[in-house]
């Protein structure tokens, strides 16, 4: 069989038309020669969606190579019920081709569809398109096993059935990862990972190696977050409950742990949110017991989130803790796992939930994050950021155990009053002085409110019974 024919004959199929190729002619190399070729069109689609400079994610080669093995299985069961055994090479090369095709005029262009229906909030569409995506695999597998065996139709339907579960179902279950993603700015390129000018240590060729396996990390994302959701308390009726998330972008160093495991222990006892706060954190030492700070975890955690509150009447307090860059871009790493950095339109995208919750107060702790006010502020919505949208922050670092914000916000001010707005005052002030004796100049932190989320807050705050002041223990050096 001629390659350039089989793909041919695969588009073919997508369209719902027989092949045009025999498929007694084709051998295993045959179908390997089409695996080569779905990596690159992989790549390909891949160099449309990803901004540059590339990089090459070994895991998502293994995602192509997978997705082709169970191609094969599925052609294997429908030769088998259409009992055609001797024409296995030629049918596997003929799904695997239809599976390139697909990739290419089904699935790349709606799922892009999709995406612009859902940003203008036309979810209805939005959601016919994507059943389409998912589904339209079963109705090309049904006209290959007619064309297999054309006079039995219960064999079609069974061996079609049987090959979509095996071949496409599965990925609906199984995280799949991209071939490319764009090259991970190095820590210590990025402004707001500099302290005094120094990068943080690990930075450098002699970084160690993690002492932990990336592709269970990866594969285990979906427990770890289902259980922590799972562990989430449902809301109160007839009080207005506060949920937290805490999110620790950086796994280079342990401040950003710290910080995060802080947040979830003073919300829990001072404000009343025991069982309503939810950590997403980079870090090698919780791989196995958090899920990790990346940017679909986050888009998940905060839909679980408001299935478990109320969202009209509840309260989210979303806090960010990591480096930021010039171009207002949160630093999402752990290394060798390929992750993608948030942009302020990344996260008022994760922010628009089913159910969407109204009432939010979003807190972003890193350099540059004033960058973040315009694409998050809305009438029920409080932003605070720890600099100016053109300014550093300061007190990362591989010798710090918080940021300065973070100890002047979160282990300072929210243990002096339950005020939020009257915390942010207090923490500027408090910024401002410590970069006064460092010399440096100011950070400048941020807050963008309205009458609205500043009455719900104060109606949240009055039936709050307070707990005890927190004190600040760094996680890594808790017992």
């Known amino acids: 069989m001629n390659l350039l024919a089989t793909l041919w004959s695969g588009l073919r199929a997508v369209v719902l038309r027989p092949p045009r190729v025999n498929p007694a002619e084709a051998g295993p190399g045959h179908f390997i020669a089409l695996v080569l070729v779905y990596l690159v069109v992989s790549i390909a689609l891949a160099m449309l969606d990803v901004a540059r400079p590339w990089a090459l994610v070994p895991y998502g080669i293994t995602t192509v190579l997978t997705d082709s093995l169970l191609t094969l299985a599925a052609a294997w069961v429908l030769v088998r019920i259409m009992q055609r055994e001797a024409i296995i090479w030629g049918a596997a090369a003929l799904l695997l081709a239809a599976t390139i095709a697909t990739s290419v005029v089904v699935h790349w262009p709606l799922e892009h569809a999709v995406e612009v229906l859902v940003q203008h909030d036309h979810l209805a569409?939005?959601?016919?398109?994507?059943?389409?995506?998912?589904?339209?695999?079963?109705?090309?597998l049904l006209a290959f096993a007619h064309w297999l065996a054309p006079g039995s139709r219960v064999r079609i339907l069974i061996g079609a059935l049987l090959g979509f579960a095996v071949s496409a179902a599965a990925w609906w279950w199984l995280p799949g990862m991209p071939v490319l993603t764009t090259a991970k700015t190095t820590v210590s390129d990025i402004d707001g990972a500099k302290i005094g000018g120094e990068a943080p240590t690990g930075a450098g060729d002699d970084a160690q190696q993690p002492d932990f396996d990336a592709e269970h990390v990866i594969y285990s994302q979906s427990d770890l977050l289902d259980a922590a959701i799972e562990k989430?308390?449902?809301?109160?009726?007839?009080?207005?409950?506060?949920?937290?998330?805490?999110?620790?972008?950086?796994?280079?160093?342990?401040v950003f742990r710290n910080e995060a495991e802080y947040a979830e222990t003073l919300?829990?006892?001072?404000?009343?949110?025991?069982?309503?706060?939810?950590?997403?954190?980079?870090?090698?030492?919780?791989v196995s017991t958090r899920p990790l700070a990346t940017l679909t975890n986050l888009t998940w955690a905060l839909d679980g989130i408001a299935r478990k509150m109320d969202p009209a009447e509840d309260v989210l307090l979303l806090y960010l803790t990591s480096h930021g860059s010039e171009d207002h871009q949160l630093l999402v790493d752990l290394d060798p796992l390929p992750l993608n950095q948030i942009g302020p339109n990344d996260l008022a995208e994760a922010l628009k939930t089913n159910p969407g919750i109204r009432w939010k107060v979003l807190v972003v702790n890193a350099c540059y994050s004033g960058g973040f006010i315009?694409?998050?502020?809305?009438?029920?919505?409080?932003?605070?950021?720890?600099?100016r949208a053109d300014r550093t922050s300061f007190?990362?670092?591989?010798?710090?155990?918080?940021?300065?914000?973070?100890?002047?916000?979160?282990?300072?001010?929210?243990?002096?009053?339950?005020?939020?707005?009257?915390?942010f005052d207090f923490a500027k002030q408090s910024v401002a002085d410590w970069e006064d004796d460092d010399k440096e100049k100011h950070s400048e932190p941020q807050i963008a409110s309205t009458h609205s989320i500043e009455a719900k807050l104060e109606a949240w705050r009055k039936a709050l019974n307070a707990g005890a002041a927190v004190p600040f223990v760094p996680a890594t050096s808790a017992p």
């Open 125 to 140: 569409a939005a959601l016919l398109l994507d059943f389409v995506s998912r589904w339209w695999w079963l109705l090309v």
């Open 374 to 387: 315009g694409a998050l502020r809305d009438d029920s919505t409080m932003v605070i950021t720890s600099a």
């Open 395 to 423: 007190g990362c670092g591989s010798e710090s155990d918080i940021t300065y914000f973070g100890k002047a916000f979160l282990a300072e001010a929210l243990n002096k009053t339950t005020s939020i707005r009257e915390a």
């Open 232 to 254: 989430l308390a449902p809301q109160t009726p007839g009080k207005i409950d506060l949920y937290v998330v805490a999110f620790a972008g950086d796994g280079e160093e342990d």
């Open 267 to 286: 919300f829990a006892r001072r404000f009343d949110a025991q069982g309503h706060v939810l950590v997403l954190e980079n870090n090698a030492a919780t």
